[in-house]
């Protein structure tokens, strides 16, 4: 049976432009894809483009050439409107920021995806619920980000990316405010959900090490690809006796 696509990355370019007439490219023709049910990185270090090219994925920004497909949907010829739903259902996020609404408890920022969904208050408060169970937030779905720990904040983070059962999960840098204990946790979580739930993951790091827990690895350097290798997570998985 053939591969179905999430992502499909056509000759991307990306340019900004300082004033008339100066332009600064910072993606150079980046062609990749991932399939549905893939753990992918995109491993880089500062200014080789990752962030760009994260809100590219992420229906965020429009590249400046080129063609993207997202489960089907042509992000060139989709309307804002579209792509602002789309976010809203395709893809879950999950920041270095975590990025949740302060003097806001947890379940209701878990629920908040699902409200602007259309979904029934009963139904999201359930859902918001259990994704806080799942990730061992049930003791703590009344306190607000302020009154929990940077990994507690992320755990939260992960439940409200799964709010809307999105067909992709996109984490940037996840790991990169917390120490490597809580780190490991984290990724457990998403170790998890690609394993038992058969979640399409991309991961955005600037770790060789972090990246090396996911299937496929793509080298950004200078807004261009290097090079696609394989990660390593069976190896690591046994070494570490998980």
Request: charged share 25%; aromatic share 4%; proline share 3%.
């Amino acid at each position: 049976m053939a591969e179905e696509l999430m992502l499909d990355l056509r000759n991307i370019h990306k340019s900004f432009f300082i004033g008339t007439p100066n332009e600064f490219e910072v993606l150079h023709g980046i062609n990749f894809t991932v399939n549905k049910g893939e753990f992918v990185s995109i491993v880089g270090q500062s200014g080789s483009g990752k962030s760009t090219l994260m809100n590219i994925i992420g229906a965020l920004d429009r590249p400046t050439e080129g063609e993207y497909t997202l489960d089907g949907v042509d992000i060139e010829k989709a309307k804002d409107h579209e792509l602002s739903a789309l976010r809203n259902k395709k893809i879950g996020f999950v920041f270095q920021t975590y990025n949740l609404i302060a003097r806001t408890n947890a379940l209701k920022n878990v629920e908040l995806p699902m409200m602007y969904a259309g979904m029934s208050r009963g139904e999201r408060t359930d859902r918001a619920r259990m994704l806080l169970e799942q990730v061992g937030m049930k003791d703590r779905m009344h306190h607000n980000p302020d009154e929990l720990s940077g990994g507690q904040k992320q755990r939260v983070a992960i439940a409200r990316a799964m709010a809307n059962d999105p067909a992709i999960i996109l984490a940037d840098e996840p790991t990169g405010a917390l120490d490597s204990a809580t780190g490991r946790l984290i990724m457990d979580i998403f170790h998890k959900l690609h394993e038992e739930q058969g979640k399409t993951i991309v991961l955005i790091t600037h770790s060789p090490e972090l990246s090396q827990e996911t299937e496929r690895i793509i080298t950004l350097k200078d807004g261009t690809i290097m090079g696609e290798t394989a990660g390593n997570w069976p190896a690591i998985k046994a070494k570490e006796g998980m």
